[in-house]
């Protein structure tokens, strides 16, 4: 598959709809989407041989992929915006040959609209109605005011600063009806059956015995403070001709819920089909009214409903910290995860779902701890398409796929793990000088496994490998190098201490050819992005490679290094809070010291001097940079693209901070770089999209410490990236975006005379 260049603003300009958390096209009745795949070719395994697919629809614009259980078909999404429309097309894979399979066009704005029923014989499709008729008008004239209203129940609720809701009837209206979608069911040969009536579907998924779907739809009434997700929905069981089975729950409306990270919702919560039974359903429900303040010794409690639902859900589970998943291999083998996140703690256990003998504890202990993580158990899909755990051994082994974090830099493993005796058996390694990263294997016993392997020079490219046996793999794609002018820059991952003995990472660029003992010093750009941690020992661990590949992309810093620039590319910036400390109390002080920290790395190696130094990033990335520059001398000018600056307008927690303004207010204030604003004395770069999405980055961020900063008398430039979100998606944005920031640098940094 081959993803295209950027598209162009005329792209990205057209309509949008921005609708209870969703962005959606009007015209093709699907999620906006700008980026679509627009090549597709089969690559032979054995051999690696190349095969064109005849008959795809040209231009191409592939949206999403669902090969068939048999793995004799291949189900795609084609995004044709000049008719207005997503078609359902088909490859026969053996033949090589695509063709549209469905003349009515998909009609789901919440996921790819299609899935293929477990024997390969069709799919369940969620198209638009027909007669739907011409979506709701706005003749401008509002009904009346928009009215909202709340009854004081004495309790305090997290509200996020969600964006894009609804606000008007007209945006509910609108919503419904693009919300309404037909549940279908789809031959090979093209023959269809309406499955139900048209409903406001969130969900339709095929059990493995392709007899029964679990069906999820919304219902009123909708809200104007949380996005879709929180609508009340109806969650029931019903059979291929669209007959009621079951109803499982009706879930009411979620406007807010308990303070802390922990909180959930109660009710039926993370339902799904278990993957290696029939029908049977597996979902939590909380134990403790959702609230992680509450003490209880059972927090989540997971069941087991089997077809055909008669009597009362078994209990699976009861956990003391909230259900994070279940990963099935047979009746007698099913790994479970809960974690806590106050903790960070998890654990994984061993069940055996139809004997009912007591959970067996596999794992426990920190998720931050990088270097003790076993891996993620392999899974893959059976005869039905159904992602089971990979066994052998009778059933009792496992394999386990991890990232082999260590002092050394990560260094991906695949191992096989007996659960009866605890043993593990490690089949494959990545060595230096390479980073190979195993995905996938080929048969029970490992015997071929799927890599991808890259090196700082060499482009990632999937290999066929045998665990153990002599020779060479052997590579099946040959993917050249994007930028090949920049081949020969250099990077080396470097260690060095924060003030507090916390010990920090970074991946230091040089352009190419240059030895700082011969050149000395270049100006530098830093970009980081700060995280939170419960453990000085996990913050101090290693992340990322040296081995990977140096990656040239016009989002991150590294095109800067083409103009002259060394580059710290991620120099950790971990904020901890051990015990009962929060992290954020402290936020300042660990900031300004991981930043002077690498400041103070990159100066000893005699690469970059101290008054020429910027920096920048995204998001998270740009508030830290507002506040480095609030904070301290550190840098000479600042790059802070799409970030939040006033903590009190995000008021119920922000990133991980899970306590309200009210409950931390001092925090809220300390970490704003907006209360701080007439102490940022270097000059900073403001850019951010005009409709950005994301919660808590509303576009006023940036304008209102844009103002602040003009009204105290700083420098500063505001660049509103227009029809542009969170990430920012034309091209013309993009190359703007990196015009602005070269200039910047260039007139801030690059020859900035030597300061005090």
Known sequence: MRVPALPGIDVVAQPELKLAGLRIHPRTHSASAFSFIDDLWLQEVDGGRERRIQGLPQPLALGSLQWSPDQRHIAFSQVDRRAGRVELWLVDVAAGQARRLLDRPLGSVTGSGFDWLPDGSGLIALVRPDGQGAAPSDDGIPPGPNIQETRGSGQVQSLRTYQDLLSNPQDEALFAYYMTSQLLRVDLDGRTRAIGAPEMYVGASVAPDGRHLLRQRLERPFSHLVPYSRFPRRIDVIDLDGRLVHTVATLPLVEGLPTGNDAVATGVRR??????????????????????????????????????????????????????????????????????????????????????????????????????????????????????????????????????????????????????????ERLFHSQAPWYEAPFALLDAEASRILTTRESPTQTANVLLRRPGADGEPVALTDFPHPTPALRDVTKEQIRYTRDDGVELTADLYLPAGHDAARDGPLPMLMWAYPREFKSADAASQVRGSPHRFNRISYWGPLAFLARGYAVLDGPTMPIVGEGESEPNDTYVRQLVGSARAAVDAVVERGVADRGRIAIGGHSYGAFMTANLLAHSDLFRAGIARSGAYNRSLTPFGFQAEERNYWQATETYHAMSPFDHADRIDEPVLLIHGEEDNNSGTFPMQSERLFSAIKGLGGTARLVMLPRESHGYRARESILHMLAETDAWLESHVKEAKPRP
Request: net charge negative.
């Open 271 to 424: 339902i799904a089909w278990r993957s290696d039974a029939p029908a049977t359903l597996v979902w939590a429900e909380a134990q403790d009214g959702g609230d992680p303040s509450r003490e209880a010794a059972v927090r989540d409690r997971v069941f087991a409903h089997a077809a055909p639902f008669a009597g009362e859900p078994r209990i699976l589970a009861d956990l003391s910290t909230r259900y994070r998943g279940v990963s099935w291999g047979h009746g007698s083998l099913a790994l479970l995860q809960e974690s806590w996140w106050k903790t960070r703690q998890l654990r994984e256990w061993r069940l055996a779902p139809d004997t009912g003998a007591a959970p067996v504890l596999l794992r426990e202990g920190s998720y931050e701890d990088r270097y003790a993580d076993p891996g993620t158990p392999v899974m893959q899909l059976d005869a039905r398409g159904f992602a089971r755990l990979l066994t052998t051994g009778g059933g009792e082994t496992i394999y386990r796929i991890g990232d082999g974090a260590s002092a050394e830099g990560d260094r991906p493993f695949l191992d096989r793990q007996d659960l009866a005796s605890g043993r593990t």
